[in-house]
């Protein structure tokens, strides 16, 4: 889960009448590397397309944004690459704990160069949540407020621009609409779909898994398969083609909470088994992310916590490993520093032998963020864990992850110092041995 990806945890949580949720706002720094110690390309991201390529006529009543600027607790809740030295990131910022200002997304080239992202017209504020670059450009998708009401976000990135595409529909009879994550398996522009929730005007407090699918020219939403509940969310998805999709999260259960897995076979999604984490009665569980490399091969990572009875909250981190080509799950260790909180929110696999999970270690409790970012990196057989320790009285946390090789991999996150509510973003690259931290929005 990553940002509002927390939200399906503090929901979760919520909906098992655990009130006070220990989780990470946006707070935290790291020492940073100068940018040239980066390799650079030129930006942007797809820069061979052209501004003609434009969906036509969709970009009307848009309003952009001034370009980003540093403001309070700014996140990059996910990024994108296309090659080394070509990546993109996105997010927004959640100054008091929920979307506040306008969504926020950064280019790479050696060095992070913000862009200005345009909202539908009457949208006052809005996130950009997750985005999936392919080599005709790149899609994000978030949510946005208007009169009110949170629509369904989708923006395309044509290597020049944000180009607001035939936006996602709001779900009838609801209230909300958020999507949480978004994977194209070969084209970002006539092929993607993205996952998250929405509302129902029957329980305000509810929340019902929502996926869309991107055709090129329309979002068509659909209601993946869930079991009757008052809370289900499916926080993300990973297409490995057009016609293998996973997406994950989780539902309430009884007095826990349960693991929730769909698939998509290019028309119509059907529940697949995913196994549940021991014990259940009392526990929550939730897949936050997952990365399909191939068919056969899904990485999956997620949290199990528990109210304790000093009304502390145990949180750890955990994956899922389906490797077969059956619906059968294996349960990898995940060494996270012994005693703390932990948090696994977003994979990235290049195959069954290297992966990139990016998370943190706590304590995250409220905006009083005193966690350290971590990456974890697999292997084909465990993975292994580095913990990015921030400046004292600084905490941070990492939240998105892609990689073009073993060698070069991207992690993005927020940092800043404790309760503050003042985080920035926050961006770590792998080099196959090491993490250096670059802070930027």
């Known amino acids: 889960m990553r940002s509002i990806a927390i939200s399906g945890l503090v929901a979760l949580a919520a909906g098992l009448g655990i009130c006070a949720v220990a989780l990470p706002a946006a707070n935290?720094?790291?020492?940073?590397?100068?940018?040239?110690?980066?390799?650079?390309?030129?930006?942007?991201?797809?820069?061979?397309?052209?501004?003609?390529?434009v969906i036509a006529g969709l970009r009307a009543n848009a309003i952009a944004s001034p370009a980003a600027t540093p403001a309070p607790n700014n996140q990059l809740i996910d990024v994108s690459c296309i090659h080394l030295g070509d990546c993109l990131a996105v997010g927004g910022n959640f100054a008091g704990g929920s979307a506040h200002g306008r969504p926020l997304a950064y280019l790479w080239n050696g060095a992070w160069h913000a862009t200005a992202v345009p909202l539908p017209a009457g949208g006052t504020v809005g996130?950009?949540?997750?985005?999936?670059?392919?080599?005709?450009?790149?899609?994000?998708?978030?949510?946005?407020n208007k009169g009110g009401h949170d629509f369904p976000l989708a923006e395309l990135w044509n290597g020049n621009h944000w180009v607001l595409v035939s936006q996602p529909p709001a779900v009838s009879?609801?209230?909300?609409?958020?999507?949480?994550?978004?994977?194209?398996?070969?084209?970002?522009?006539?092929?993607?779909?993205?996952?998250?929730?929405?509302?129902?005007?029957?329980?305000?407090?509810?929340?019902?898994?929502?996926?869309?699918?991107?055709?090129?020219?329309?979002?068509?939403?659909?209601?993946?398969?869930?079991p009757a509940t008052p809370f289900s969310n499916l926080d993300a998805v990973s297409c490995a083609n057009a016609k293998f999709c996973v997406a994950v999260g989780g539902y309430l259960a009884g007095n826990g909470g349960l693991l929730l897995a769909d698939m998509w076979n290019g028309t119509a999604w059907k529940q697949v088994p995913v196994r549940q984490p021991t014990p259940q009665s009392g526990w929550f569980n939730f897949l936050n992310g997952i990365s399909c490399a191939s068919t056969v091969f899904c990485m999956a990572v997620g949290n199990t916590g528990q109210l304790q009875?000093?009304?502390?909250?145990?949180?750890?981190?955990?994956?899922?490993?389906?490797?077969?080509?059956?619906?059968?799950?294996?349960?990898?260790?995940?060494?996270?520093?012994?005693?703390?909180?932990?948090?696994?929110?977003?994979?990235?696999?290049?195959?069954?032998?290297f992966c990139v999970a990016a998370g943190g270690v706590g304590p995250y409790v409220n905006t009083n963020n005193q966690g350290h970012a971590a990456a974890a990196v697999w292997t084909g057989s465990a993975w292994s864990v580095r913990v990015i320790t921030p400046p004292a009285g600084q905490g941070s946390l990492l939240m998105g992850a892609a990689c073009v090789s073993t060698t070069n991999c991207v992690a993005t996150g927020t940092a800043g110092k404790f309760a503050t509510n003042t985080g920035h973003g926050l961006s770590a690259f792998f080099n196959g041995t090491t993490w250096s931290v670059i802070n930027t929005a």
């Open 28 to 53: 935290a720094t790291s020492a940073a590397p100068a940018a040239a110690s980066r390799p650079a390309t030129t930006i942007p991201v797809a820069g061979a397309l052209r501004a003609e390529h």
């Open 127 to 144: 996130v950009l949540g997750s985005v999936a670059c392919k080599s005709d450009g790149c899609m994000a998708v978030g949510w946005y």
């Open 173 to 226: 009879g609801g209230t909300a609409d958020f999507l949480e994550f978004v994977s194209c398996a070969t084209s970002a522009r006539t092929g993607c779909v993205a996952t998250g929730f929405y509302v129902p005007s029957s329980a305000s407090n509810g929340e019902v898994a929502l996926a869309e699918a991107w055709n090129g020219s329309a979002w068509k939403a659909s209601k993946p398969p869930t």
């Open 309 to 353: 009875s000093n009304g502390s909250l145990k949180i750890a981190a955990f994956s899922e490993l389906h490797n077969t080509g059956t619906w059968t799950w294996t349960l990898p260790g995940v060494p996270m520093p012994a005693g703390q909180q932990s948090l696994l929110l977003t994979p990235a696999c290049l195959s069954a032998t």
